[in-house]
């Protein structure tokens, strides 16, 4: 064995017995300096983190759960109908908010397997087996037994864009966002204005309130021929969807759609018909995604603040975590921004 290795073993069995010989003082003064108790003073503490440093000291954390309660670990349970993943448009940006934050307050993300659970556990078992603080939810079936189980356990649980009895949430202003965006349509001219939308959902549910209470506000009741529904992130459906509206003798001036990827597929086939956008259709996407704003013409769309609801999102769960009897189980609207790319055009 090297003297290297050696070292680095010595180092790795570092204990707060060996920082307190080598520093002159108690057990309990050093467990005080690295935890950052006050009543230890702030040159004593510094000296004692730079000898454990030194040392090579790093907490076991075991330890540290069984004597706090406290693992410092929360897990996030995400899964779509398209089993994009960490590649999500929207919530790939949404994880990477929760990532910053939760390591800038020392915490570590653990992911809740679907797939692959261990020994086919639901996720509150899978929960219970990581012994996570808290848990963040985000794009799975709320209806689903498991994720129900898991809001209504004691566990601290966070949900994104979906409200759950006794579950804090985080979400954006959907309703806000799709009026502002539909009144940016109604201000170009445009009355003949079709929407497709997405899935069920409570997001879809609260943007079709902000698309119709935008069209009522200018006396406009669009026939039901305009409206139709397909699944969030399915350019292909949107695809097919857009020729059948085009299709019709009257047809739509104006196609908005769930997302920025289905606009894309409705520009495919706007595009495939030989028509031109927005000189002959215009359309609209929605999140502001970053391809929405390389494509030409660049969408428009609704911008959503996605890294803002990944870190308020930590912020609750940790909030739950640390302060259990005076944090609040709400809901917290994040507000975005309307972009207003080429692809509107006006009617004279």
Do not use: W
């Not at 999140?287 to 990944?310: C, F, H, W």
């Amino acid at each position: 064995m090297s003297i290297e290795t050696d070292t680095r073993e010595v180092k790795a069995m570092t204990s707060l017995k060996d920082i307190a010989q080598v520093c002159g003082v108690s057990v309990a003064t050093v467990s005080k300096a690295l935890n950052n108790h006050s009543d230890v003073s702030e040159a004593r503490r510094e000296q004692i983190k730079s000898k454990a440093r030194e040392l090579g000291y790093f907490p076991n954390q075991a330890a540290r759960a069984l004597k706090t309660r406290s693992t410092m670990d929360i897990g996030v349970l995400f899964a779509d109908a398209h089993n994009s993943g960490l590649t999500h448009p929207y919530f790939s940006q949404v994880l990477e908010g929760l990532k910053i934050r939760t390591e800038e307050r020392g915490y570590d993300l653990t992911f809740i397997g679907i797939k692959s659970k261990r020994n086919k556990m639901t996720f509150l078992e899978h929960c219970v087996y990581r012994n996570v603080d808290g848990v963040v939810v985000a794009c799975v079936d709320f209806n689903q037994p498991e994720v129900l189980e898991l809001a209504r356990s004691r566990l601290p649980v966070v949900t994104i864009d979906h409200v759950m009895d006794d579950c804090a949430t985080i979400s954006s202003n959907n309703v806000e966002g799709m009026t502002r965006l539909t009144q940016h349509v109604l201000s170009k001219g445009h009355r003949k204005v079709a929407y497709i939308h997405g899935r069920p959902s409570s997001t879809t549910s609260e943007r079709m309130v902000g698309f119709f209470r935008a069209m009522e506000e200018k006396g406009i009741d669009p026939p039901e021929v305009y409206i139709r529904e397909i699944p969030y992130l399915d350019d292909e459906a949107a695809y097919d969807t857009t020729l059948e509206l085009l299709a019709l003798e009257d047809r739509p001036t104006c196609i908005m759609y769930p997302d920025d990827y289905c606009c894309i597929g409705g520009i495919n086939a706007i595009r495939d018909m030989g028509l031109s956008v927005p000189e002959d259709v215009s359309v609209t996407g929605y999140d502001g995604v970053p391809i929405a704003r390389v494509v030409s013409p660049k969408i428009t769309t609704y911008q959503q603040n996605m890294l803002e609801i990944g870190q308020t999102a930590a912020d609750k769960v940790i909030e739950l975590i640390e302060r259990p009897r005076t944090a609040i189980k709400n809901n917290t609207v994040i507000g975005g921004t309307l972009f207003e790319g080429g692809s509107v055009g006006t009617i004279k």
